[in-house]
């Protein structure tokens, strides 16, 4: 079978690399003819693409865009829209595949592979990774102005969800917004971004740049240092412990366009912060894995619902501290135990479930170990990827209700 697998944002395909694309691909490899899309710019460096060194069993297909600097900008949907254009172009340079696996977003390009795949009677799967426009109204969100600009946008993504032959998501929440336009999928598929655990273990096992003592309880932070994390409320809270003399210290691995914004304020306030920068996957794992306690801060509203990064806090056996008010991943974190809900934008509340895990080692204890349950039966690729390769192949995976996690 000759499989086409188009994402517009992909990781670097270097040895630490784990993406989900190319974990399938890989996968799908092993008996089957594979092409990954994707284009030359890479998002988290703003800068063009470096080349492939290393040898992979599929094709991989950098397709040229003009790049941008800011995450919302015309900028930006200017580059994407001339990436969907040359992603139209070769499609039509191509000898026809049985099926194509299309990521969402972007959206621009997910709209000619609808009306392409439509064209041609070839079977059409989308995997939605996240919801735009709804993430970028987080951003710019003004009354009615926001929706006339980002109107457009919503056309084509109900474009791409109305046409697609089979749903697959990251999150029961996005499934069912694919869903609520589309009359040709019964149910869908819901499997979470996840991690190859075997591999994350391996990575987590080498030793972390910043070691801790043996008195010190430190929190970890990773992912983007942008608009829909809510990082001014986690220093605040610690704020709130440190005028207790509680000691602490905070580790924010990533980086991103408010950066600069969170190092001054936390600084304002003279915090015990540490920000590491972006670093490869390998060494966010093992950094990850030196601190006690993970906090995920998402802002009132955001549209997230399951991320690489709620895998990758499982994955570290730490409890975790969230604002976020996505009922799929507060039912989770309920279910196993392995933190605490708060009440979003509440310094107050966060701070005092901060406290109880810095001044009880058996809690973080119980709570980590839960967690990593949780890694072990929602998030290990090796079980929870077979469901997109039998819908990519054909096997029914469909098939699957959307009103459970895949396992």
Known sequence: MNILIIAHFTRDFSATDN???????????????????TTSWSRGLRSKKKPVTLQYPFKITFLDEPGY????????????????KNLKKYLESIPKPDVIYCAIPSLTGPG?????????????????????????KMVFNVPIISDLVFNPFNKLANKAYSKADGICAVSMTYVDRALSVNRKVKSGN?????TNLSTFDEYASQPAKLKKQD??????????????????????????IAHKGIPYRFI?????PKREEFEHYAKAKKLD?????????????????????????????????????????????????????????RNLVEEYHMGFNCHNNDAADLAEKIER??????????????????????????????????EILGGGGGDLSNKKIVP
Not at 252 to 256: K, L, N, R, V
């Open 19 to 37: 993406g989900r694309f190319s974990y399938l691909a890989k996968q799908l490899a092993k008996e089957h003819n594979v092409e990954i899309v």
């Open 215 to 240: 008195n010190e309880v430190w929190l970890a932070y990773c992912g983007t240092l942008g608009s829909s994390y809510d990082l001014t409320c986690v220093f605040d809270a610690l704020e709130i």
């Open 273 to 329: 912060t540490v920000f590491t920068g972006r670093l490869e996957y390998s060494e966010m794992c093992a950094q990850l894995c030196e601190c006690d306690i993970c906090v995920n801060p998402i802002m009132h509203n955001a549209a997230q619902s399951i991320t690489n990064k709620h895998g990758d806090y499982a994955s570290s056996g730490l409890p975790v501290v969230s604002t976020q008010e996505n009922e799929e991943y």
């Open 112 to 136: 000619y592979v609808a009306d392409y795949c439509e064209k041609n009677n070839i079977r059409f799967i989308i995997d939605v990774q996240d919801l735009w426009p709804e993430a970028f």
């Open 190 to 194: 819901t499997v979470f971004l996840g």
């Open 357 to 390: 895990l810095i001044l009880d080692e058996n809690l973080r204890k119980e709570m980590g170990a839960n967690a990593r349950r949780c890694a072990e039966e929602k998030f290990d690729r090796k079980n929870s990827y077979k469901a997109l390769i039998s």
């Open 252 to 256: 924010i691995m990533g980086s991103g």
């Open 69 to 84: 600097q800011k995450t919302v900008s015309l900028k930006r949907f200017y580059s994407h829209r001339i990436w969907g």
